[in-house]
């Protein structure tokens, strides 16, 4: 029991954290996420602020140099739109690292994809249950500029189960670094860089789903 307080403590030190005051914008310290594979810093400028009320955790983002933002061609919610260029965040209430969390997904064509994730393993998804956007109640928006792209997420507490004062937490960001002549393009390593807030460390083969690596959202309630 002590060893698992121990790894969970190790844990929560070793990943950054994020405290937000009610009503209060905090913007992460952080504008250039690092490569999921070995933790290095993007060239690319990715800009996040928090905001928490009594009803929603409010997240704004702004995803820079982008030059192939127009080429993203998935319109469906809940779709395969991780293949091309998303930003997203996990997040699960707690202190301890998760093997349950919620998976957000927004692309530059306001697309939303909302799941719940199950992953003992804490190294690959066992399964998915799929929110339906009408229940998941996100309130989102995406804007798009020739070389950039921007949104807003307005996500319920209820959703995650009511307003708590400790999450798990992880931002992502996929970024296409060529142009496709395919509308239904996927991405892949040697086409697209896979970035994270708080890096997974995944190795050769970027990977988002490593809960371990997850940071630290205390919320005043």
């Known amino acids: 029991m002590l060893q698992f307080l121990y790894i969970i403590l190790f844990a929560m030190s070793a990943n950054p954290t994020i405290n937000l005051q009610k009503n209060v914008w905090t913007k992460l310290p952080e504008n250039h996420f690092k490569n999921a594979t070995d933790g290095k810093s993007a060239s690319q400028t990715t800009e996040v602020k928090l905001n928490a009320d009594d009803q929603y955790l409010s997240i704004e983002f702004s995803c820079l140099q982008n030059p192939f933002v127009a080429q993203n061609s998935y319109t469906k919610h809940n779709s395969e739109m991780y293949n091309q ?24 064509n306001n697309a939303l994809f909302s799941g719940w994730i199950e992953n003992p393993s804490q190294e690959a998804p066992e399964s998915l249950d799929f929110v339906s956007h009408d229940d998941a ?76 690596a997850f940071g630290v959202l205390k919320v005043e309630k």
């Open 85 to 108: 260029e998303v930003f997203e965040l996990f997040i699960a209430e707690g202190s301890a690292i998760p093997t349950r969390y919620l998976e957000l997904e927004i692309n530059p």
């Open 137 to 212: 109640k996100i309130i989102h928006s995406a804007n798009k500029t020739s070389d950039s792209w921007s949104g807003k997420m307005q996500i319920p507490w209820a959703l995650l189960g009511g307003k708590s004062d400790t999450y798990r937490i992880n931002f992502y960001r996929i970024i296409s670094l060529k142009s496709h002549t395919n509308s239904d393009w996927s991405g892949k390593p040697d086409t697209c860089a896979y970035l994270c807030w708080s890096p997974t460390m995944s190795g050769e083969v970027p990977r988002f789903h490593r809960p371990e």
